[in-house]
Every structure is written in structure tokens, then in C-alpha cells.
């Protein structure tokens, strides 16, 4: 089994910062693609920012600047640091995984049980 973990969410002030990890566990051969996603309340799941395997990175316009995604492949570990929150961030954070659980096995996806966000104003 494959599990994904976040933490580091929370409740803070507008133009604080806060710093989500997501850990992948389990029977994992290789990790291509990771990435944070969030959903607010009543809208569907958006991508935040995703990294591949070869350190491509993407971001949503709307936290280019300000969020900052990494990555520790010895330990299976994404990283999102988020600077200058807004309110407008206030969200639950979803980490995504795509992965292989065997050598030249498909691809699966996998999510995290989601940290939730909240800045005040």
C-alpha cells in the first residue's frame, strides 16, 4: 500500500508564511510527478504547483511569486513553502503523487488526506 501524508497546515495572519510536507510511504519503485493541489469551499480541485521527477516545475499564476515547490527524492518528501499568504489561499491542500510500485509497472496516482489553510485578513 502507498500512502501520501501532509502536515504543516494551519491557521495564520495575512503576509505570514507556512511551509506543507507531504511524505510517500509504502511499496514505491519510482516517483515521477508530485505535486500540491487545493480546493476551496464550493469550487473544484485546483493545481497549485507540481514537480517532475527532472525538477520541471509549474505554478498557478495566482501563487507564482509567492509559493516556492520542492522536493527531496532520498525521502519521497514534496515540499510547498508559501510566503505572503492571502485569504484567498485559505484552502484544503491536497498532495498528488504519481508513482510506480514496481520496476516497469504502470503509473499510478495518489493523494493525501488533504491539510487545511486558513488565513485571516
Known amino acids: 500500500q502507498v500512502q501520501l501524508v501532509e502536515s504543516g497546515g494551519g491557521l495564520v495572519q495575512a503576509g505570514d508564511s507556512l511551509r506543507l510536507s507531504c511524505v510517500a510511504s509504502?511499496?514505491?519503485?519510482?516517483?515521477?510527478?508530485m505535486g500540491w493541489y487545493r480546493q476551496m469551499a464550493g469550487n473544484q480541485r485546483e493545481l497549485v504547483a507540481d514537480?517532475?521527477?527532472?525538477?520541471?516545475?509549474n505554478y498557478a499564476d495566482s501563487v507564482k511569486g509567492r509559493f516556492t515547490i520542492s522536493r527531496d527524492n532520498a525521502k519521497n518528501t514534496v515540499y510547498l513553502q508559501m510566503n505572503r499568504l492571502k485569504p484567498e489561499d485559505t484552502a484544503v491542500y491536497y498532495c498528488?503523487?504519481?508513482?510506480?510500485?514496481?520496476?516497469?509497472?504502470?503509473?499510478?496516482?495518489?493523494w493525501g488526506q488533504g491539510t487545511q489553510v486558513t488565513v485571516s485578513s
Open positions: 498528488k503523487a504519481i508513482l510506480q510500485i514496481e520496476t516497469r509497472g504502470p503509473r499510478y496516482q495518489y
Open positions: 509504502g511499496r514505491i519503485f519510482s516517483i515521477s510527478d
Open positions: 514537480i517532475s521527477s527532472g525538477s520541471i516545475i
